[in-house]
């Protein structure tokens, strides 16, 4: 049984790594600025210690680093604040944060680091997400003393997934949906097999100083995916795929709205295949989407028919 940090541990990726390793009798140390809302996902879990804690102040990252034996980098911002591509928050979470990461660990002893990357990250690439994904890697990949493994995913599906089910929410609100990017292609992965890849990284030898690539065992195109959503959560509507220049203009729209479904900065990800050939490492076989999708997309659609049914019964009660 060993102290594991595990940064982003609070997120959709963290829930299912924080399960995996403390069913492995880990300790789990999942650092959060919303201790309560994290609560209510990971109080379950014996061995998770939630605090609430700055990871970007440099001391507060040190004292946590310290006394661990490996560091599990999770955490990633799909929209910048500022709504502007190349905004500053994706610098601060996906390149400072892994250098100062990195740079902790090597000050307090600690040899081994797994962190989560995303598959297309490169630095000519269009978006902000990607290059800055890209230069957290960069910033990994230097260290004299930690043995770093880097781990890209396509896009993770699973339960809580914000990708689908996203989609499937706005499929039951809407009676058409202009669909952005609807060529976009993925291949993408289930979050049990990117939570046992992560786990896999900590152990195994042969993962020292290493990129894997994370993907499913099929390409789709958004349309399709969105079209699958529709008929699994009873919703098929019509949809009308927008040209990249429509998508920008949906996207620029989006960006003042609350809860920010898509950025311009999404849209020029999109414009990158987010495809793979490589198998999934250490041996891991890759779970098909079809097997798994219906189970909880098909949930949704039943919890927001009670939520829904609740709401009239309350109206008329
Ligand atoms: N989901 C996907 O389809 C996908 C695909 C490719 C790559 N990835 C990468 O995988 C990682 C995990 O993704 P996810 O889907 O699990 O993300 P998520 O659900 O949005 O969770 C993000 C986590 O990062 C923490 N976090 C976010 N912004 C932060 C900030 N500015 N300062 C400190 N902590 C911050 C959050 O912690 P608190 O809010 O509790 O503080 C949360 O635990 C990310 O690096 C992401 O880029 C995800």
């Known amino acids: 049984m060993s102290r594991i940090l595990l ?84 610098k ?56 770093v493994t880097v781990l890209r995913p396509s896009v993770v599906f699973g339960p809580g997934d914000r990708f689908l089910s996203l989609f499937a929410h706005l499929l039951r609100a809407f009676p058409v949906l202009p669909l952005a990017m609807p060529q976009a292609r993925f291949q993408p992965v289930y979050v049990e097999d990117v939570a046992n890849a992560v786990v896999a990284a900590l152990t195994d030898e042969r993962a020292t100083g290493q990129t894997y690539d994370l993907v499913g065992p099929r390409v789709y195109s958004l349309l399709e995916l969105v079209e699958m959503v529709g008929n699994v959560s009873a919703h098929p509507r019509p949809i009308i795929g927008l040209s990249k220049t429509l998508s920008l203009i949906q996207a620029w729209m989006m960006e003042w709205m609350p809860g920010r479904m898509l950025s311009r900065d999404n849209v020029y990800s999109m414009t990158v295949d987010s495809v793979s050939d490589a198998p999934l490492p250490f041996g891991l076989g890759a779970t098909a989407l079809e097997a798994v999708v219906p189970g909880y997309l098909a949930n949704a659609n039943l919890h927001s028919r009670f939520d829904r049914l609740r709401f009239r019964a309350a109206r008329h009660g």
């Open 92 to 147: 601060r979470a996906h390149e400072d944060l892994p250098r100062h990461l990195v740079g902790a660990c090597e000050r307090v002893g600690v040899k081994r680091l797994v962190h989560l990357s995303a598959l297309g990250a490169s630095a000519d690439a269009p978006s902000g997400y990607l290059r800055s994904k890209a230069a957290g890697e960069q910033a990994l990949a230097t260290s004299p003393s930690v043995a």
């Open 7 to 90: 940064l982003g541990g609070s997120g959709f990726i963290g829930r299912h790594v924080a399960q995996r390793l403390v069913r492995d009798q880990h300790t789990v140390i999942v650092p959060t600025r919303g201790r309560e809302r994290a609560k209510r996902d990971l109080i379950l879990l014996p061995t998770v210690e939630l605090i609430s804690a700055d990871i970007h102040d440099e001391p507060t990252l040190a004292r946590l680093v310290s006394g661990c034996s490996a560091v599990i980098n999770l955490v990633g911002v799909l929209h910048s604040r500022s709504g502007r591509p190349f905004g500053p928050d994706f």
